[in-house]
């Protein structure tokens, strides 16, 4: 079955600061990447999301991630981070071994942006 | 995207009493999934809501305790039975097409005392 790691359970930021938040899949198959972001009393929303083509993705609020295939990473990053930047973020992965749709979460990361 | 409602957004039950939770979405979707969220944790799947057939479980979740109903394909329900503290959860929907992201409802609190 497939798996999903996120490393940093807890990050806090200054305002400014660069982020990267790791992600690690274990699927050796075709797969479509995602972030998703919960803000403080707020629900589940897309940040980007990977299915095919570039490596490279743009997401919304100057997010982006990369996909790197020979590592099984999806790691998120933003060049700097703001006070409304406070969230949960989670990585999930879909993989073609489930005709589904069935998305499995990593266990997220708290971030906390100083300002 | 796809707007998703649920109903209710939070509720605080009492022991060995149940709760349906329904879960709107503004749009036709082929697929639909409830997801289990309890503090400080990530989502868990709870099942698949086949519209039309009974809905797919995921390990360690049976139709007995979060029977799912699917009429149509905009609208789902899970109801959480015989509750016990353990159920305090959140609970969530979403949707999504064939092969194409999920969105997700904001979310039922539930409090079981």
Request: charged share 15%; net charge neutral.
């Amino acid at each position: 079955a497939q798996s999903v790691s996120q490393h940093n359970h807890h990050v806090i930021l200054s305002e400014a600061a660069s982020l990267e938040l790791g992600c690690n899949y274990s699927y050796g198959g075709t797969v479509n990447l995602f972030w998703y972001v919960q803000y403080p009393g707020q629900h589940l929303q897309l940040l980007l999301k990977y299915f095919s083509g570039d490596p490279l993705v743009k997401g919304i609020k100057g997010f982006e991630a990369e996909f790197i295939k020979s590592k099984f990473s999806f790691n998120l990053r933003k060049p700097s981070v703001q006070w409304s930047d406070t969230a949960e973020y989670f990585c999930a992965v879909m993989s073609d071994n489930n005709a589904g749709n069935m998305l499995t979460f990593g266990g997220g990361t708290r971030l906390m942006v100083k300002p | 995207s796809a707007v998703i409602s649920q109903k209710p957004s939070r509720d605080i039950c009492q022991r060995g009493t149940s709760l349906t939770i329904q879960c709107q979405v503004d749009s036709q979707v082929t697929m639909m999934f409830w997801y289990r969220q309890q503090p400080g944790q990530s989502l868990t799947l709870i099942a698949t809501a086949n519209q039309g057939s009974e809905a797919t479980y995921e390990s360690g979740f049976v139709i007995d305790k979060f029977p799912i109903s699917r009429p149509n394909l905009t609208f789902s329900t899970l109801t959480v039975s015989n509750m016990s503290p353990e159920d305090s959860s959140i609970y969530l929907c979403s949707g999504a097409e064939q092969g194409y992201e999920q969105y997700f409802g904001p979310g039922t609190r539930l409090t079981v005392t």
